[in-house]
């Protein structure tokens, strides 16, 4: 395993550029597997996941080529209806797999999907979608048998409004002749850029940005080059971080229409922030933070639960209470005690709230990352504590962000990466 070496109480200078959505870059992986013609993939993230889930497309027979860095292309077909057991464990993202190939090969063999332990995250919402397409799944104990005579086109209400059974449903949709329609859909900026790839591939697609979606279908679809979205989640990580360092940053590629929510949650406790463009957002030291009063995640466009962690660190720097609320995920707050630690005065209410006092002058301390979003949140803390921290299990905040040891040492950070 490796692990970063932190020294704190470093400030931040100059420039940064957000990198393209893992959240988006996923599924339109998955899309590919619908055609056997050239995809050209731009902007894609160089990280764990997306390079697990590129191995994936090629075990069960798709061509990947890396053109350049960040530039992928992928084509030809598929060879088979199973995915390795291991693979396919090892990350939450295969669960995908199953609308990029049962319209192709009418049958799935699934195994149990991975992914970080946040809390419960089961899969009926999938099997829901699988069967209102007209497909049978069974369970043998190991692994997910998905099987379809000829799917037909479905109309949805999903149970929940799941981003990656909504991808899913739009997957499937588009390589099913007719109209379908999925209501209580995901409309998060990820779910918009999978249908603007879906739509270049021959898709009809009606109500983009909303929750509910009107697909037509086609039995065959086309190859595409598409450029990955901006990272919304990615840019809140570098405003967040730069409010607690009390720094100077512009971060590029911040698309201000991805990040209304977030920035009005920062202004609130009244970090000094402004868009200079529409797709540029500049940080300035805010000397002064204060409470945000409460911080409660939601469906988009609300506060996103994958900046949840950081927005806790940001809470420690703050003066007064702040109340964090998460009611998606039961186990999104356990990392509260390695806070504790570092010298926060943090409270944890329940699996779902945490009450946060601040400001608190946190100190170093030997660390481990639980889960992508408390990892790189960890990494803020240890950057703005005083003394030396290290970081175990990088490899998770790996699975997230590029290169990010390098990017942000680039702009004044401390941190080592030890092997």
């Known amino acids: 395993m490796a692990r970063f070496l932190i020294t704190g109480e470093q400030q931040l200078q100059g420039e940064i550029k957000t990198a393209g959505n893992k959240n988006a870059a996923l599924p339109i992986i998955a899309a590919t597997l619908l055609t ?14 997306v390079h697990a889930m590129l191995a994936l497309l090629k075990s069960v027979g798709k061509k990947v080529e890396r053109l350049e860095p960040n530039v992928y292309r992928i084509s030809g077909g598929v060879n088979t209806r199973q995915l390795p057991y291991e693979m396919g464990t090892n990350l939450r993202a295969s669960i995908l797999f199953l609308g990029g190939l049962l319209p192709v090969t009418g049958e799935v063999h699934l195994p149990p999907p991975g992914g970080c332990v946040i809390g419960r995250r089961n899969l ?16 043998d104990g190991n692994v997910y048998l998905f099987r379809a005579a000829g799917l037909l086109p479905a109309h949805i209400w999903l149970r929940e409004a799941s981003v990656t059974a909504t991808a899913n ?21 990820h779910i918009g850029d999978l249908c603007s790839v879906l739509t270049k591939m021959g898709a009809q697609i009606e109500g983009i940005g909303s929750n509910k979606l009107q697909i037509i279908g086609r039995e ?14 990615e840019a809140g990580t570098f405003a967040i971080t730069a409010a607690c360092l009390q720094s100077e940053l512009v971060i590029h590629n911040a698309l201000q229409e991805h990040l209304r929510m977030i920035a009005f949650h920062l202004q609130q406790m009244n970090v000094d922030l402004q868009f200079i463009d529409d ?7 805010s000397k002064l933070i204060s409470k945000a009063g409460k911080v409660q995640v939601g469906l988009w466009p609300g506060f996103p639960t994958d900046l949840m962690s950081p927005m806790i660190v940001l809470a420690t720097q703050a003066q007064g209470m702040t109340l964090c609320h998460d ?3 039961e186990s999104r707050m356990f990392f509260i005690d390695k806070l504790s630690i570092m010298g926060a005065n943090a409270i944890l209410c329940d699996p779902h709230r945490v009450i946060v006092h601040g400001p608190a002058r946190l100190k170093g301390q ?4 639980p889960d992508i979003r408390a990892g790189i949140a960890l990494l803020i803390a240890a950057m703005a504590a005083r003394g030396q921290s290290v970081i175990d299990r990088i490899e998770l905040i790996d699975r997230g962000y590029e290169n990010i040891d390098l990017r942000l040492n680039k702009i004044g950070a401390d941190i080592k990466r030890m092997d």
Not at 279 to 285: A, E, F, S
Not at 366 to 369: K, Q
């Open 327 to 329: 009611w998606m995920y």
């Open 169 to 189: 449903a739009l997957l499937i949709a588009a390589r099913t002749a007719g109209q379908s329609v999925i209501e209580n859909a995901a409309c998060e900026p």
């Open 124 to 139: 009926d919402a999938h099997f829901d979608v699988a069967a209102s397409f007209g497909a049978q799944v069974e369970f």
């Open 279 to 285: 797709r540029t957002l500049q940080i300035k030291p």
């Open 366 to 369: 030997e660390l481990s990352s």
């Open 220 to 233: 065959r679809l086309t190859g595409f080059e598409h450029d990955i979205v901006p990272d919304h989640i």
């Open 36 to 49: 056997e013609e050239s995809c050209i993939l731009r902007n894609m993230p160089e990280i764990r996941d």
